[in-house]
C-alpha cells in the first residue's frame, strides 16, 4: 500500500554532490523533509523522496555546499504530465470513467447455477420480483436477506447464495437431496401399498388483477444499455422485450428493450362451505395424480374436516405398481 501511494503522488530520485553530505543527511531530517532509500556514492549520497519534499531540498544542498540533480521520475504525476495541455482529453477520461463505473452498479446478467428441479423461468420470475433482474441497481437489494427468504419460500433449496461477478448476478443453488422410497414390491414381494394425502384449502383468498401499467424503453448500443427515462418505478411484474436491429438476417448488438412494469391489485374475499369443500377436493385430486401416477388405485377413502378458517382433506389409498 506505501508504494502504490507513493506511485500515485509520484517520486523522484536524486543525487547529492560535490558538498557536506552528512550535514545534508542532518537537516534534511531537521526539517522534516524526508528521503528515503539512502546510499552512498562517489562523492556524495543518492536517495528519493516524494515531488512536494524534493522543491525543499535545492535550498539545504546550498547550505550544506552541494547540489541536487534528478536520475529518475516515477509516479502516475510523470505520466499526466503532457496531458496537462490536452484538457478535452482528460475531461472525456474522467467522464468515460464516471460512465462506467455508473453502469457497474447496475445488474446486466443474471446467472442461475445448481438448479435441477426447479425451472429457470420460475427463479427467474421470482428474483425479479425481488429485485435481482437486469437493469436493476445492486444496492437495491439485500442479498443475505433474499437467500434467507428463497430457502424459507422453495423447499427444494438447500443452501443459496447471490455473488457478485463484475456486473453479473450468479445465483449458486444447492438443492436438497431426497432418499428415495424403498421398493416394497421388490424389496419383500408385496404387491400393494399404502398411501396418504392431505389437501389444505383456506376459506380467505385473494384475486390479483391488474391495475395499472407502464412501459421504459432503453437503448442497446454493444456493451451499453442506456436508458431513455430518468427515474424508472418498480412495480410488481415486469415484462421485458427486445427487439435487436438486423441486416441481411444478421442480429446486430444494437436494439431497444421495452420494460413494462405492471402494479398488481390484490382483492380479498371468503369461500362458502361448499366452495371450500370442492377447492380441498381439487387440490387433493391433484395432489392424486402428482403422487400416484405410477401406480394403480386399488382402494381409497377419503375424508373431510372443516373448520371456520379452512378446510383438510385426507386421502388414505392402498395402491400397487402398474405392470
Known amino acids: 500500500m506505501i508504494r502504490l501511494f507513493r506511485w500515485i503522488l509520484g517520486y523522484v530520485e536524486f543525487e547529492f554532490t560535490n ?16 528521503i528515503k532509500g539512502i546510499t552512498l556514492i562517489e562523492n556524495g549520497v543518492k536517495a528519493f523522496c516524494l515531488i512536494p519534499c524534493y522543491k525543499r531540498l535545492h535550498r539545504i544542498a546550498l547550505a550544506n555546499g552541494g547540489r541536487v540533480h534528478i536520475t529518475k521520475k516515477s509516479g502516475l ?4 504530465h503532457p496531458l496537462k495541455d490536452r484538457i478535452g482529453f482528460a475531461v472525456g477520461a474522467f467522464i468515460f470513467v464516471v460512465i462506467i463505473s455508473f453502469l457497474g452498479s447496475f445488474i446486466w ?22 429485485g435481482i433482474r437486469v437493469g436493476a441497481m ?9 437467500c434467507w ?13 447471490i455473488n457478485k461477478i463484475g456486473t453479473t448476478a450468479r445465483v449458486e443453488i444447492n438443492e436438497t437431496k431426497k432418499a428415495p422410497e424403498p421398493d416394497i414390491d421388490r424389496l419383500q414381494g408385496i404387491k400393494a401399498q399404502r398411501k396418504e394425502l392431505e389437501a389444505i384449502a383456506y376459506k380467505k383468498q385473494s384475486k390479483i388483477t391488474v391495475a395499472k401499467a407502464k412501459s ?18 418498480s412495480g410488481d411484474i415486469e415484462e421485458a422485450l427486445v427487439k435487436n436491429v438486423k441486416i441481411n438476417g444478421v442480429t446486430l448488438p444494437i436494439g431497444i428493450t421495452k420494460y413494462t ?24 385430486a391433484l395432489a392424486e395424480k402428482k403422487e400416484l401416477d405410477e401406480y394403480i388405485i386399488v382402494n381409497k377413502n377419503v375424508e373431510i374436516e372443516a373448520d371456520e378458517d379452512k378446510c383438510i382433506a385426507r386421502g388414505a389409498y392402498i395402491v400397487k405398481h402398474k405392470e
Open 19 to 34: 558538498g557536506f553530505y552528512e550535514g545534508f543527511i542532518n537537516d534534511c531530517f531537521e526539517q522534516s523533509a524526508e
Open 77 to 80: 504525476p510523470f505520466y499526466l
Open 109 to 130: 446478467n443474471v446467472e442461475l447455477v445448481g438448479n435441477k428441479h426447479i425451472s429457470d423461468a420460475e427463479l427467474n420470475e421470482y428474483l425479479s420480483y425481488n
Open 138 to 146: 445492486w444496492g437495491a437489494t439485500d442479498r443475505n436477506e433474499l
Open 149 to 161: 427468504k428463497m430457502m424459507s419460500d422453495f423447499d427444494d433449496i438447500a443452501w443459496v447464495h
Open 216 to 233: 421504459y424503453y432503453r437503448i442497446r448500443f454493444f456493451v451499453l444499455d442506456l436508458p431513455l427515462y430518468i427515474k424508472k418505478s
Open 261 to 284: 412494469e405492471k402494479y398488481l391489485n390484490s382483492q380479498e374475499y371468503d369461500l362458502s362451505a361448499q366452495e371450500l369443500e370442492a377447492l380441498a377436493k381439487k387440490k387433493l
